[in-house]
């Protein structure tokens, strides 16, 4: 049985910053990339940051550079986004997936987590 489920989503202020947590269960973590996607009312899912599962080489969205950090720990079989300096545009729902590409694409991950919102007031 695969599982991911995100947590750590909120409210916070323009400026202000959040780490989203995904906890991995099952033949998931076997998965060569850990990512995390996000998806805004009216608009599509989209790629934020992916991971090497056990190797830590790391890759972002333009949109995100410099502000989201991406990171696993391998003991507790968790994924982390660390998100700075959030603005209003980061406003979406943000969900895990695992998956076998090394892309940002959402359409090459096969497990996915039922999300954790995340709302930036200006």
């Known amino acids: 049985q695969v599982r991911l489920e995100e947590s750590g989503g909120g409210s916070v202020p323009a400026g202000g910053s959040l780490r989203l947590s995904c906890a991995i269960s099952g033949h998931a973590y076997s998965s060569r990339y850990m990512g995390w996607f996000r998806q805004a009312p009216g608009k599509e899912r989209e790629g934020v940051a992916v991971?090497?599962?056990?190797?830590?080489?790391?890759y972002y969205a333009d949109s995100v550079k410099g502000r989201f950090t991406i990171s696993q720990d391998n003991a507790k079989n968790t994924v982390y986004l660390q998100m700075n300096s959030l603005n209003p545009e980061d406003a979406a729902m943000y969900y895990c997936a695992a998956g076998m590409v090394w892309t940002l694409s959402p359409n090459y991950y096969n497990y996915w987590g039922q999300g954790t919102q995340v709302t930036v007031s200006s």
């Open positions: 991971i090497v599962t056990g190797g830590g080489r790391t």
